[in-house]
């Protein structure tokens, strides 16, 4: 008795991150066409930013195309997998906007430029609220998703970046404090990157297959040992996810006695189901011979 999870029909998640990737990259055309008019070196720097935003949500959006398709002679399991690798290379490119930013920063400190502060405001509020419009939109959708939460950080390292702009602007306005533009830089850059490391951790975990956060080992036999007399001990028990909503298992299940197999399998998926939320397992059920007697595990 398997729990498949498989569907060719878009997601909610899938259809926030496809108006994401077009409002976005809208946004940077008109950005990129304000900086060539004002000749604002600034704006055509965030427009480039925004153009890696851009390419980044639409990488998401054509992980989630990806991941409907039905499993194959070669993917047994589907391609549920491209929406961890695009979290995982998501999490890269916010690094490298960290250190982009870092190196910037770091440079008008030692090199303070003058800023046109009024067309600086105008684009940062008008950034600010087309962040604000498409963070909500991706908020909507699987935020436990790891493909939908690396979007989000991007959008979000956007959003900080309008909102340091809009500050910045203002003390520079009043004050003439060209430092403070570069300072909130690192800021934002500090922010970014505890969450940018947080993602490249999980989508490692589960690309390395490693057990599944919500799920102890120990706990899942000796709840499954106490649930059912008939069972002598659970052993060989091995579990990962092909990402955050699919989790894979396979476990041996020794018993006494032959009786009521079928009966069995079905009382241990629905426990491996409805407590542990497992969406595939394989049972092996077991009186003496054990197929893997060489593991130790």
């Not at 990737?21 to 940077?28: D, K, Q, V």
């Not at 309008?162 to 909130?184: E, K, R």
């Not at 649930?227 to 396979?250: A, G």
């Not at 009382?267 to 054990?290: D, G, M, P, S, W």
Request: with cysteine.
């Amino acid at each position: 008795m398997h729990t498949h999870a498989h569907t060719n029909e878009p997601s909610r998640s899938e259809s926030a991150l496809k108006w994401a990737f077009f409002i976005i990259f809208g946004f940077m055309l008109v950005e990129a066409a304000g900086g060539i008019i004002s000749g604002s070196l600034a704006l055509l720097a965030d427009a480039g930013h925004m153009l890696t935003d851009a390419f980044a949500l639409a990488m998401a959006w054509l992980a989630f195309i990806a991941g409907r398709k039905p499993p194959d002679d070669q993917h047994s399991y589907g391609h549920q997998r491209y929406q961890v690798i695009a979290a995982f290379l998501n999490g890269i490119f916010l690094i490298a906007i960290v250190l982009w930013i870092l190196f910037e920063a770091l440079d008008r400190f030692q090199n303070p430029q003058a800023i046109d502060v009024p067309i600086m405001l105008i684009v940062a509020t008008l950034g600010l609220i087309v962040n604000i419009i498409t963070f909500k939109m991706l908020h909507s959708g699987e935020q436990d998703n790891l493909n939908v939460r690396g979007a989000l950080l991007h959008v979000l390292s956007d959003l900080l970046g309008s909102v340091a702009a809009i500050i910045a602007g203002v003390v520079i306005y009043y004050f003439n404090w060209l430092w403070m533009d570069p300072a909130l830089s690192l800021v934002v850059a500090l922010l970014i990157t505890r969450s940018g490391v947080m993602l490249i951790k999980d989508s490692i975990h589960i690309l390395l297959e490693g057990v599944p956060e919500h799920i102890d080992v120990d706990q899942v036999k000796l709840h499954l040992e106490q649930q059912f007399p008939e069972i002598d001990n659970i052993h060989h028990v091995h579990t990962w996810s092909l990402n955050n909503e699919e989790v894979l298992m396979t476990l041996h299940v020794k018993v006494s006695e032959l009786n009521c197999v079928d009966e069995l399998l079905k009382r241990v998926h629905h426990e491996l189901e409805h407590i542990f939320n497992v969406t595939h397992a394989t049972v092996q059920i077991e009186k003496e011979y054990c197929s893997s007697q060489l593991e130790k595990v």
